[in-house]
């Protein structure tokens, strides 16, 4: 069993910057394909960004060069760096893990942080 917890949620101007962590436990963290989804109110849940076994990542094409994955695996904690922030980044952010990257969307679910970007 992983659990997830995430955090560094909050409100931001937009062009601003926020990072989100993501503190796993309950397994070998190295293990696992890890990864950054979002949902804003009334659309479908999307990738945002992942990191594989490897350290290989690979990001949505809306946030491409402005946001940034990685893992801290002394501290089993998934960070997202996002930098010039937009209102279209308005939404609730979730940590998911699963051993295979293809099938991350089905795996584990930390329960989300919100982000905020006004204009």
Request: hydrophobic residues 25%; charged residues 15%; aromatic residues 14%.
């Given at each position: 069993q992983v659990q997830l917890v995430e955090s560094g949620?909050?409100?931001?101007q937009a062009g601003g910057s926020l990072r989100l962590s993501c503190a796993a436990s309950?397994?070998?963290?190295?293990?696992?394909?890890?990864?950054?989804?979002r949902q804003a109110p009334?659309?479908?849940?999307d990738m945002v960004a992942l990191i594989a076994h490897d350290g290989?990542?690979?990001?949505?094409?809306?946030?491409?060069?402005?946001f940034t994955i990685s893992k801290d695996k002394g501290k089993n904690t998934l960070h997202l760096q996002m930098n010039r922030l937009k209102p279209?980044?308005?939404?609730?952010?979730y940590c998911a893990a699963h051993r295979i990257c293809t099938y991350l969307s089905s795996g584990y679910w930390g329960?989300?942080?919100?982000?905020?970007?006004?204009?």
């Open positions: 949620g909050g409100s931001v309950g397994t070998t963290y190295s293990a696992y394909c890890m990864g950054w989804f009334g659309k479908e849940r290989s990542t690979n990001y949505a094409v809306s946030v491409q060069g402005r279209e980044d308005t939404a609730m952010y329960q989300g942080t919100q982000v905020t970007v006004s204009s």
